[in-house]
């Protein structure tokens, strides 16, 4: 199970900080990233951290978010800085099928972004 927090809504240039808490995995074993689905749009990939820390990141959220794991408590997170209305979505947090990446297939509930102009 994944449980995703932290969403909320903020002003441009704001930061937020998601959490995503996994139980029932091996959770320092697989990948993790964070997703968003903005409205009327498909669900898209923001950042992937693999087992063994290296990152990847959307151009759209480079150098703006940083996504971290924490193996001791089953806890990925997204830090999000300086953003942007475009940055408005839900936020689903998901587990890789290895240790590098996907298919992603383990998905939690996602959690509102909004971002006011």
């Known amino acids: 199970q994944l449980q995703a927090s932290g969403g909320g809504l903020v002003q441009a240039g704001g930061s937020l900080r998601l959490s995503c808490v996994s139980s029932?995995?091996?959770?320092?074993?697989?990948?993790m990233g964070w997703f968003r689905q903005p409205p009327g749009k498909e669900r898209d990939v923001v950042a992937t951290?693999?087992?063994?820390?290296?990152?990847y990141y959307a151009d759209s959220v480079k150098g703006r978010f940083t996504i971290s794991r924490d193996n001791a408590k089953n806890t990925v997170y997204l830090q999000m800085n300086s953003l942007k209305p475009e940055d408005t979505a839900v936020y689903y947090c998901?587990?890789?099928?290895?240790?590098?990446?996907?298919?992603?297939?383990?998905w939690g509930q996602g959690t509102q972004v909004t971002v006011s102009s």
């Open positions: 029932g995995r091996t959770f320092s074993s697989y990948a």
């Open positions: 951290i693999r087992a063994v820390g290296t990152t």
């Open positions: 998901a587990t890789g099928r290895t240790w590098s990446g996907g298919p992603y297939d383990y």
